[in-house]
């Protein structure tokens, strides 16, 4: 069959997890792990294949094979939005957040990037941008990191990369988090700036003291003091915050009533979003336009390669989060991974879609 442009079925679905080991024991205010599992997807249309991740558990990638990736089978790849929805009414029964958002989220990057290719252009041509490269902020500083291993991770986010901007995991010994945070601020110097993160480790009388008690190292953003799903105690907790002080939450929001929820409850002073959680490309961009609606900036949640372009894209984008982990593991088995350079990473606008190439062989033994 002679394929055009308005020709692009959908003829192959295929995806896999693997489980990389941690470089050393990691931790935050709620969580303990020891390895991160990628869950790669890829679309063939056309002669063309479009590569799509999250992070989340194993099963993701069966749910991706086995539920979702038949009924797009056969489809345009060209209708990224009806596809979209296609899939949300697929998980109607089995529930739109979690899991289910995170194989949706996988699959829509692959699309915008199969169409990108198809097209012969980098996706944030497609998108349309504008700016040409996003800043980043270093994250890591992980609650089982010693001192020592603070000051060489922000030190070097901030006087080799370049960060403006870097952040430590607090929660899990609140007792210990003022002084891990004069180290991390001893480590950064006085021009940067100091972000905490406690994965909702706190309740809100707590994390109105910490705050006050943070304001010695001119710390300028709190994420998730409190559970994220506390919308009223993150407003109330917002409204008590030192002036200078930003709370910012949204990493765990799955659909787009998640994050209007935040916004319309005033929870947030910056609104986090996920590509790889949110729903991909398409929820990212749903995030954006709510941001804007409500004039609140937004950044971008972990996973730096999958959100380059459509960072690039979007109005109202404050930072993306270059977190240790995924970094890591990006560097690691995808060419065209992005790096720091002057504290932003900028899309390689000679590489079509993504701008990524999943280098099987070398993930191969992560394959789980």
């Not at 990057?109 to 800043?135: E, I, N, S």
């Not at 001119?218 to 799903?229: G, L, R, T």
């Not at 088995?333 to 070398?362: E, I, K, T």
Request: glycine share 8%; proline share 4%; hydrophobic share 40%.
């Amino acid at each position: 069959m002679h394929l055009t442009r308005r020709d692009a079925p959908i003829e192959a679905i295929r995806s896999r997890a693997y489980t990389i080991p941690t470089d050393k024991p990691e931790a935050d205010g709620t969580y303990a792990w020891d390895s991160t599992t990628l869950v790669v997807v890829e679309v063939a249309a056309a002669g063309k294949t479009g590569l799509g991740f999250t992070y989340n558990d194993a099963s993701v990638a069966k749910l991706i094979e086995k539920t979702l990736g038949p009924i797009l089978i056969g489809e345009d790849a060209w209708n990224i939005d009806a596809l979209w929805q296609r899939m949300q009414g697929k998980v109607r029964n089995i529930g739109r957040s979690g899991a289910a958002a995170t194989a949706i989220s996988a699959l829509d990057c692959a699309l915008w990037d199969v169409k990108a290719r198809l097209l012969d252009m980098p996706l944030v041509r497609l998108l349309g941008a504008t700016r040409k490269c996003v800043p980043l902020y270093g994250s890591g500083g992980f609650t089982t990191y010693s001192d020592d291993d603070i000051r060489d991770q922000l030190g070097q986010w901030v006087h080799k990369d370049g960060c403006r901007w870097a952040k430590i995991k607090i929660g899990s010994d609140p007792d210990r988090d003022p002084h891990r945070v004069e180290i991390a601020r001893d480590a950064i110097g006085e021009s940067a700036g100091l972000f905490v993160d406690a994965n909702g480790a706190l309740d809100r009388k707590q994390a109105v003291d910490y705050a006050h008690r943070f304001e010695a190292e001119n710390v300028s953003w709190f994420e998730e003091p409190i559970s994220s799903d506390d919308q009223a105690g993150l407003a109330s907790v917002r409204h008590a915050l030192p002036t200078h002080m930003e709370l910012a939450a949204g990493e765990y929001g799955y659909t787009a009533d998640d994050f209007r929820s935040l916004l319309m409850h005033e929870a947030v002073d910056v609104l986090q979003a996920d590509v790889t959680r949110c729903g991909g490309i398409t929820g990212f961009m749903r995030v954006a336009a709510l941001c804007d609606a409500f004039h609140t900036p937004l950044s971008g949640h972990c996973a730096p390669s999958m959100h380059l372009h459509v960072a690039c894209a979007v109005p109202r984008l404050r930072h993306q989060e270059w977190f240790h982990d995924h970094v890591r593991i990006e560097q690691m088995l995808f060419d065209g991974a992005p790096r720091a350079v002057n504290g932003a990473m900028a899309p390689d606008l000679s590489r079509p879609g993504c701008g990524l190439d999943f280098r099987h062989q070398d993930a191969h033994r992560y394959a789980v």
